[in-house]
């Protein structure tokens, strides 16, 4: 039995499913946003803050955020424990990962609900 | 030109401090036979050359080696397969620990292969002849049972290079498969619960090097995806 206790899922078909699902979340949004621009291309920021004032496109946003979280969770842990033989150095890396992706969502939501 | 250069990896660990590339030039006068009888010309010259070679018939699955770059079997190999530019290159197999010259220890490929339980588990009483299988249950048996367990499909895979002991590699997962999807294994539940976690087969990316490998035309990425289907449809 292989134990692994600092993946996203503590289980490989979850960590599987939960990047496909948040992949597919990605893919949507950042057609969303070439779209987006694609269409307007005088854009100023009244018409920019007035999408996201929006509570839907707050929501996609959000959504956005939690997937990239968890897609970078997932594939960096993977990256580390094949590439990263030395104990310590890959708990640190795994660590130094989680905390940045923790902080990079709370800034994410302080952004979209924020002033 | 009928006469091949081939630089085979060379290396004794009670003598040698390190691998190094020796030359030979080979007389396969114009010929297209295969790599393992240009090795045997090699161990005419330098009889001190080991290699691992049983049936020479592409059966046993003794001589997997890595050949101008891409792993297969000496003996089924012919030199117009794998020659460029008259110049042949001779390495064990990736990945595994060298004993000596092209021959592997095997022993952490076996180690995930007996770890998969290879054979049958079936805890009903034993009926009193056999146990039946209808010719489609068979069927889904193809493509499974073939498998001579070469290793050429485990050492092209770079999941199973950074971590052999963790990931089964795809020689082991199509074993495993080929006891999943047989209707007299009712083993299903434990076989599934032992490749949950992220290593033993989720560390598989799909890049398909092990089916364009496999000397005896099987689809280790595709038995992986089966077994990814029924985890998937066990669990949600």
Known sequence: MVTNITNLGRSGLSDWLIQRVSAIVLAVYALFMVAYLLFHPNLDYAAWSGLFAQTWMRIFSLLAFISMAAHAWVGLWTISTDYLKHTGARFGFQVVVILAIFVFLVWGVQVLWGA | ?236
């Open chain 2, 1 to 236: 030109m009928s006469t091949l250069q081939v630089s085979v990896y060379r290396y004794n660990p009670e003598t040698d401090s390190a691998p190094y590339m020796q030359e030979f030039q080979v007389d396969t006068q114009g010929r297209d036979i295969m790599v393992l009888n240009v090795l045997t010309m090699i161990k005419d010259q330098d009889s001190s050359l080991a290699f691992r070679r049983s049936c020479r018939e592409g059966v046993c699955g003794s001589d997997g080696m890595n050949m101008n770059g891409s792993n297969g079997l000496a003996c089924i190999t012919p030199l117009s397969d794998v020659v460029k530019d008259n110049k042949l290159v001779l390495r064990p197999l990736p990945g595994l620990p060298v004993m000596r010259d092209l021959v592997v220890d095997m022993g952490l490929f076996y180690k995930q292969y007996e770890r998969m339980q290879p054979y049958l588990q079936n805890d009903t009483a034993a009926p009193a002849i056999e146990r039946l299988q209808s010719p489609e249950e068979r069927d889904k048996l193809d493509g499974l049972y073939e498998c001579i367990l070469c290793a050429c499909c485990s050492t092209s895979c770079p999941s199973f290079w950074w971590n052999p002991d963790k990931f089964v590699g795809p020689a082991g997962l199509l074993q495993a498969y080929r006891f999943l999807a047989d209707s007299r294994d009712n083993a299903t539940q434990a076989r599934l619960a032992e490749l949950e976690d992220p290593f033993s087969l989720f560390r598989c990316r799909g890049i398909m090097n092990c089916v364009s490998v496999c000397p005896k035309g099987l689809n280790p990425t595709r038995a992986i995806g089966k077994i990814r289907e029924m985890l998937l449809s066990n669990a949600t």
